[in-house]
Nanobody, 114 residues
Framework: QVQLVESGGGLVQAGGSLRLSCVAS????????MGWYRQAPGKQRELVAS???????NYADSVKGRFTISRDNARNTVYLQMNSLAPEDTAVYYC????????WGQGTQVTVSS
């Protein structure tokens, strides 16, 4: 069983930055593409960034140029560097495989004030 633990969220002013971390434990495969997802109140969970095992990355249009996903396979950790944050980025952020095959973690709350 894989466990995903997200951290690094918080309250930040618009224009600020945060770096999220996701540590995977258990039967985790570093060969899988991983992603960061977010869910805002009243909205569906959406994929905002993904990274393949070979470090190929892809981003939702809403975060392109502001967010950077990276991974450290030796540490089973995926990161999301978020810059130029805006109030519409407020959400609970989760990580999972690109196909969302693992149990969801608790996520980490990101709140951006205007």
């Amino acid at each position: 069983q894989v466990q995903l633990v997200e951290s690094g969220g918080g309250l930040v002013q618009a224009g600020g930055s945060l770096r999220l971390s996701c540590v995977a434990s258990g039967s985790f495969s570093s060969l899988l593409a991983m992603g960061w997802y977010r869910q805002a109140p009243g909205k569906q969970r959406e994929l905002v960034a993904s990274i393949a095992s070979g470090s190929y990355t892809n981003y939702a249009d809403s975060v392109k140029g502001r967010f950077t996903i990276s991974r450290d396979n030796a540490r089973n950790t995926v990161y999301l560097q978020m810059n130029s944050l805006a109030p519409e980025d407020t959400a609970v952020y989760y990580c999972n495989s690109r196909s969302a095959q693992y149990p969801w973690g608790q996520g980490t709350q990101v709140t951006v004030s205007s």
